[in-house]
């Protein structure tokens, strides 16, 4: 995204001030210090090449939100037991603009996600191919094997302990590790824990007959840990690798394998987020850390695998991807040999619509383009309240649940707080939220920046999408699944140029196109509308939150939308499909890359079971949401809470 600066305030690692009073926003003025400018985040957003512009936005791989909470059902459900952890206070796919197919054939129902291993994605690099793990073994490397052999030194079992000790930091506190009379092999001992871990010290020692190296907590610093290693002349800085998750996202399992390895997180770069709830392949660099390393980690993490090694001269770089390639099973598929036939014909040949799904909008009750309408009207009371408020009808972690509640009734920010564990005040935003609070007093603008940026620019992100659904929803209705004149079209980037300017269409150019030609804007002040009906309809609805499009550079920087393009219209390539039947839910339905490393067989075809599946694969581009691909042959609501419905039926 464009104005990506460096984070010159942030609460990361700042404790809330003990001297903090409470605060109330009823008595807080609008008429507050802008200090928005100045704060801006370190993490950037995924940049796609199906968003044009300089508000590129969105996880590249867009799948499903979890099912445990959702959005809101149809009149209908009113008469059916609903399960408790069905969140009927959440929005539908209508409440966020997403009305229209593309298709008339008659749809079906299916379960997204029934399982998380029903969905897999691997990434697609910029140079097309479909990224997958084939190989945990480290490359052929002497140089590598010389700097990751300490790996090797030390058993599992004196790991473990040095892990312990490091991890207590009691500097009373000793390990001996028994060596012989070697003494290369002493030597080796000493390097390597100096190597693996730079914060305890060692000495060799004599108890009575034997030799041991005597290993205590001593000063050491995170900083350093990259100068103890020597890194062989001659090896390209970075180690790229394949990252194979499950149940995990990107970000959780990047700050695993910091920990593991006791680095920063920023020593390692990768293309694209994945979602959490299903199994991911992508790529990843790290900085100057041997592939053996990574190895011994495979033994260590259940959800986790790491293979295909080699070193490279550049990191990667968000965006520098050409999209995911998805492997999904719908379960409990009620479709008719002719029904699956037409619905999957149809996304093969006419694509569907390039809606943003439904997890661009949060799956609780407070939508986030409800927050990210208020950032944009600078009522930052609002948008607090919002953030802070009480989920009625989801579940959350017992510790938030109780902040929420705590703040809602008191807006004590300190105490609620104080009710919070630690581990949650940097991981959640509720947590960057309060101690914002409680730092910037009544700098409301202040405390909403502790917020990490690309965190804050999801919610006004969140916003532009309801409006551009809405907006391509009408203009679907109004003039069909053809081109017209003053539709907008992308032209051909010039020498230089850092995006693609779009043009309205004239008559001329109407027999040169097609509806997969055709992007709508994202409303911003750097962008251009189409030359017809749609104009206005941005226009009246964005006046309807009092927002005026010929006026939307904000005040505070960070929410000065630029604006970008979306193709209204996707196809998928690689588009194929079949149908399985099984009677057992718990019986997986596909091979994973690690199901073909250790050794498993495919499950069988069966003829007929209790059971009907429909396993569909098909490639997108970087931004495209697979679940409206799959609601254009379904037919059927792609929202959470629907699909916990469907899941208990």
């Given at each position: 995204?464009?104005?990506?600066?460096?984070?010159?305030?942030?609460?990361?690692?700042?404790?809330?001030?003990?001297?903090?009073?409470?605060?109330?926003?009823?008595?807080?003025?609008?008429?507050?210090?802008?200090?928005?400018?100045?704060?801006?985040?370190?993490?950037?957003?995924?940049?796609?090449?199906?968003?044009?512009?300089?508000?590129?936005?969105?996880?590249?791989?867009?799948?499903?939100?979890?099912?445990?909470?959702?959005?809101?059902?149809?009149?209908?459900?009113?008469?059916?037991?609903?399960?408790?952890?069905?969140?009927?206070?959440?929005?539908?796919?209508?409440?966020?603009?997403?009305?229209?197919?593309?298709?008339?054939?008659?749809?079906?129902?299916?379960?997204?996600?029934?399982?998380?291993?029903?969905?897999?994605?691997?990434?697609?690099?910029?140079?097309?191919?479909?990224?997958?793990?084939?190989?945990?073994?480290?490359?052929?490397?002497?140089?590598?094997?010389?700097?990751?052999?300490?790996?090797?030194?030390?058993?599992?079992?004196?790991?473990?302990?040095?892990?312990?000790?490091?991890?207590?930091?009691?500097?009373?506190?000793?390990?001996?590790?028994?060596?012989?009379?070697?003494?290369?092999?002493?030597?080796?001992?000493?390097?390597?824990?100096?190597?693996?871990?730079?914060?305890?010290?060692?000495?060799?020692?004599?108890?009575?007959?034997?030799?041991?190296?005597?290993?205590?907590?001593?000063?050491?610093?995170?900083?350093?840990?990259?100068?103890?290693?020597?890194?062989?002349?001659?090896?390209?800085?970075?180690?790229?690798?394949?990252?194979?998750?499950?149940?995990?996202?990107?970000?959780?399992?990047?700050?695993?394998?910091?920990?593991?390895?006791?680095?920063?997180?920023?020593?390692?770069?990768?293309?694209?987020?994945?979602?959490?709830?299903?199994?991911?392949?992508?790529?990843?660099?790290?900085?100057?850390?041997?592939?053996?390393?990574?190895?011994?980690?495979?033994?260590?993490?259940?959800?986790?695998?790491?293979?295909?090694?080699?070193?490279?001269?550049?990191?990667?770089?968000?965006?520098?991807?050409?999209?995911?390639?998805?492997?999904?099973?719908?379960?409990?598929?009620?479709?008719?040999?002719?029904?699956?036939?037409?619905?999957?014909?149809?996304?093969?040949?006419?694509?569907?619509?390039?809606?943003?799904?439904?997890?661009?909008?949060?799956?609780?009750?407070?939508?986030?383009?409800?927050?990210?309408?208020?950032?944009l009207h600078s009522k930052w009371e609002e948008a607090i309240e919002l953030i802070?408020?009480?989920?009625?009808?989801?579940?959350?972690?017992?510790?938030?649940?109780?902040?929420?509640?705590?703040?809602?009734?008191?807006?004590?920010?300190?105490?609620?707080?104080?009710?919070?564990?630690?581990?949650?005040?940097?991981?959640?935003?509720?947590?960057?939220?309060?101690?914002?609070?409680?730092?910037?007093?009544?700098?409301?603008?202040?405390?909403?920046?502790?917020?990490?940026?690309?965190?804050?620019?999801?919610?006004?992100?969140?916003?532009?999408?309801?409006?551009?659904n809405s907006v391509v929803s009408r203009r679907l209705q109004e003039y069909g699944?053809?081109?017209?004149?003053?539709?907008?079209?992308?032209?051909?980037?010039?020498?230089?140029?850092?995006?693609?300017?779009?043009?309205?269409?004239?008559?001329?150019?109407?027999?040169?196109?097609?509806?997969?030609?055709?992007?709508?804007?994202?409303?911003?002040?750097?962008?251009?509308?189409?030359?017809?009906?749609?104009?206005?309809?941005?226009?009246?609805?964005?006046?309807?939150?009092?927002?005026?499009?010929?006026?939307?550079?904000?005040?505070?920087?960070?929410?000065?939308?630029?604006?970008?393009?979306?193709?209204?219209?996707?196809?998928?390539?690689?588009?194929?499909?079949?149908?399985?039947?099984?009677?057992?839910?718990?019986?997986?339905?596909?091979?994973t890359d690690k199901d073909i490393l250790d050794g498993k067989e495919a499950p069988?075809?069966?003829?007929?079971?209790?059971?009907?599946?429909?396993?569909?694969?098909?490639?997108?581009?970087?931004?495209?949401?697979?679940?409206?691909?799959?609601?254009?042959?379904?037919?059927?609501?792609?929202?959470?809470?629907?699909?916990?419905?469907?899941?208990?039926?």
């Open positions: 995204m464009a104005d990506m600066e460096q984070e010159k305030r942030s609460l990361d690692s700042e404790p809330p001030e003990k001297s903090a009073k409470k605060i109330k926003l009823s008595e807080v003025s609008e008429d507050i210090p802008d200090k928005g400018e100045e704060q801006t985040a370190t993490r950037e957003t995924p940049e796609t090449d199906e968003l044009v512009g300089d508000d590129k936005q969105g996880n590249d791989a867009s799948c499903e939100a979890d099912t445990e909470e959702g959005s809101a059902v149809g009149t209908s459900v009113s008469a059916q037991k609903v399960p408790s952890r069905v969140n009927l206070l959440a929005q539908r796919e209508t409440d966020v603009g997403i009305t229209e197919y593309i298709s008339k054939h008659e749809g079906f129902s299916g379960i997204i996600k029934q399982r998380y291993s029903d969905f897999l994605v691997r990434e697609v690099d910029v140079q097309g191919k479909t990224v997958q793990l084939t190989d945990t073994s480290p490359p052929v490397d002497s140089g590598a094997q010389a700097a990751g052999s300490v790996d090797n030194v030390l058993s599992q079992e004196d790991k473990q302990k040095l892990e312990n000790l490091l991890e207590s930091k009691d500097k009373s506190a000793t390990v001996d590790i028994e060596v012989g009379e070697d003494k290369e092999q002493r030597t080796r001992v000493h390097h390597a824990i100096k190597e693996l871990f730079s914060e305890l010290q060692s000495e060799t020692l004599e108890v009575g007959d034997t030799k041991v190296i005597r290993v205590r907590y001593g000063k050491g610093s995170q900083a350093r840990v990259q100068k103890r290693f020597k890194w062989p002349k001659g090896r390209p800085d970075y180690c790229q690798f394949v990252l194979y998750k499950e149940n995990l996202d990107t970000m959780d399992a990047i700050n695993l394998l910091a920990m593991k390895l006791r680095v920063r997180p920023g020593f390692f770069a990768y293309a694209g987020t994945k979602d959490k709830r299903a199994i991911t392949v992508q790529e990843v660099t790290a900085y100057r850390i041997a592939a053996e390393r990574f190895c011994d980690l495979n033994k260590q993490t259940r959800n986790v695998v790491i293979g295909n090694f080699r070193y490279t001269e550049q990191p990667l770089k968000l965006g520098l991807l050409s999209g995911n390639h998805f492997t999904i099973v719908l379960r409990n598929c009620t479709g008719r040999p002719e029904q699956i036939e037409a619905g999957m014909s149809s996304l093969r040949d006419n694509g569907f619509i390039n809606y943003f799904g439904m997890q661009r909008f949060g799956t609780t009750s407070v939508p986030s383009h409800h927050v990210g309408r208020a950032l802070l408020k009480p989920r009625e009808g989801e579940h959350q972690e017992g510790a938030v649940s109780a902040c929420r509640d705590y703040w809602w009734k008191t807006r004590d920010a300190k105490g609620a707080l104080e009710r919070m564990p630690k581990r949650n005040m940097s991981k959640d935003i509720e947590g960057h939220l309060l101690q914002g609070l409680v730092k910037n007093g009544k700098d409301l603008v202040g405390a909403l920046s502790s917020i990490p940026r690309n965190t804050r620019m999801l919610y006004v992100h969140s916003y532009q999408s309801y409006i551009w699944f053809q081109p017209v004149v003053g539709d907008l079209v992308l032209q051909d980037r010039k020498d230089g140029d850092q995006r693609a300017e779009a043009k309205a269409l004239t008559e001329g150019d109407l027999e040169n196109c097609t509806i997969h030609d055709v992007v709508f804007p994202l409303f911003g002040y750097d962008v251009i509308y189409p030359q017809h009906k749609a104009e206005e309809w941005y226009r009246e609805m964005l006046s309807v939150d009092q927002l005026d499009m010929d006026n939307i550079r904000h005040k505070v920087k960070d929410y000065s939308l630029s604006g970008a393009y979306r193709k209204i219209v996707m196809k998928p390539t690689n588009c194929k499909w079949s149908v399985m039947y099984y009677d057992d839910v718990k019986i997986p339905l596909m091979l069988l075809a069966a003829s007929e079971g209790k059971m009907k599946a429909l396993k569909v694969e098909f490639t997108l581009p970087p931004s495209t949401y697979a679940t409206m691909a799959l609601r254009e042959v379904l037919k059927t609501d792609t929202s959470s809470g629907h699909q916990a419905l469907l899941n208990t039926q």
